[in-house]
Structures are given as C-alpha cells and as structure tokens.
C-alpha cells in the first residue's frame, strides 16, 4: 500500500511550502488540492460560465487535468474567492475526491494539501497535519509576499479576507475545514518554516518507521 501524508489547514498557513518540502525530501507526488477547486473555477470564469449552477461546476470538476495544474496560473485572488464558492458544492467536491484519491494512489508515496484530506479525501493516511496560525499571522505573511512580489497590498483589507475565506471553508456543510481526530496539529504563528518542517519529519519518519 502507497504511504499517504494529509496536510490541512487554512489558507496562508504555510501548508503549501511545509507540503511541497517534505514531498521532495521523501520522494513522493504532491497534490495542492486547493488547485483542483480553483482550475475548475477559473474554467468557468473563462468561459463566462455562472458559478452557482452546480451541474455546469460539476461538468467542468470532471474535466480538471491534474497533471497541468500551475499555482502561477491560478494565484489570482478573484480565482480564489471563486474556488471557496464552487467548493460549498457537494457534486463539485464528489468530482475532484474522485480525481483526487485517485492521485492519493501513486508510489511509492503522496502528499496532499487542503481542507477536507484528512477527514474526507485520505481518512486512513498513514500521518496526518493540521497546519494553522493566528489569522493575522496568516494575513501579514500573505501582505509581505505580494509586496515581495512586487505588487501593492492593504493589511486591513488582506486580514478581512482571510477571515471571510476561514468562514467560508469552516462553516459549509459539505467537508468542512477541520482537523481530523488523529491529526498533529502545527501552529507555525511563531514557528520558522524550518522548523515546522523538522516537526513534521519527526513524525513521518516514526510513522515509516512502523510501516517496515
Ligand atoms: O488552498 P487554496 O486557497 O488554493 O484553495 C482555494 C479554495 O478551495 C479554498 O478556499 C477552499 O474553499 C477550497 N478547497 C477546498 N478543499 C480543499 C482544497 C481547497 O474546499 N481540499
């Protein structure tokens, strides 16, 4: 059987960055499943299609190619905000577990990152991560990266919209955001990438470890 590691937690954590570092450091696929919701929003934006018809956001979650997915293609915040919205859809997020799980397959290992893998897409995952911080952490490190990138940002109107987009996954009632019962939780508020990373290989290698 294929070692799965799950990664949840809400956006702007530093799941992304934690799960693409322990993919490379153990060999295995990643998945950032938040890319599945937002290509099959921006499908539908391009094709100046409703986001509120569940069958036409249905129709376009079949047809997600997971081997293109590009966060530099589908960073925009209007994607985003669009993605929390397809994502309340039960038939919507049936597609992409479907595809999702799917990917969860591969060997020798995977890793994916999201809302819903730990208690919904990968329950039996051999480790599961909640990977969380203060919303105004979160909304400062979004801030710097744009400034970084070279863009303009507004810290109060950054930290509204991660509260909004908190209760927006939290709060549907189809996979809400939550950690799984068994979850290690990891709160990098006051935590250096670095070390979230050494935390999180403590525990994956116990749990390989185990599987021999
Ligand atoms: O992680 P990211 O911000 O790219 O995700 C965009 C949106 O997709 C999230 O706000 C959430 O509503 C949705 N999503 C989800 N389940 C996942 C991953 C993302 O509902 N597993």
Do not use: N, W
């Not at 799984?180 to 525990?203: N, P, Y």
């Amino acid at each position: 059987m294929t070692f799965v590691i799950a990664i949840d937690g809400p956006a702007a954590a530093g799941k992304g960055t934690l799960s693409r570092r322990i993919a490379e450091q153990y060999g295995f696929h990643h998945l950032d499943t938040g890319l599945t919701y937002r290509a099959t929003a921006k499908a539908l934006m391009d094709a100046g299609l409703p986001l509120d018809d569940e069958a036409v956001a249905e129709t376009m979650a079949r047809e997600v190619d997971l081997s293109g997915l590009d966060r530099a293609v589908l960073s925009a915040h209007a994607i985003g905000e669009a993605a929390s919205k397809i994502a309340v859809m039960p038939a919507v997020r049936r597609a992409l577990v479907e595809a999702q799980r799917a990917f969860a397959l591969k060997e020798p290992g995977t890793v994916l990152d999201g809302r819903d893998i730990g208690t919904v897409v990968c329950p039996d995952a051999a480790v599961k991560l909640y990977v969380t911080a203060s919303p105004e952490v979160r909304a400062k490190r979004r801030h710097d990266e744009i400034i970084a990138g070279g863009g303009k940002a507004d810290y109060t109107a950054i930290f509204e919209d991660v509260k909004k987009r908190d209760g927006r996954d939290m709060g549907r009632a189809d996979s809400p955001l939550r950690p799984a019962e068994d979850a290690h939780l990891l709160d990098t508020s006051e935590m250096s990438i670095e070390a979230a990373f050494q935390a999180a290989k403590t525990l994956v290698d116990a749990a390989l470890k185990e599987k021999i």
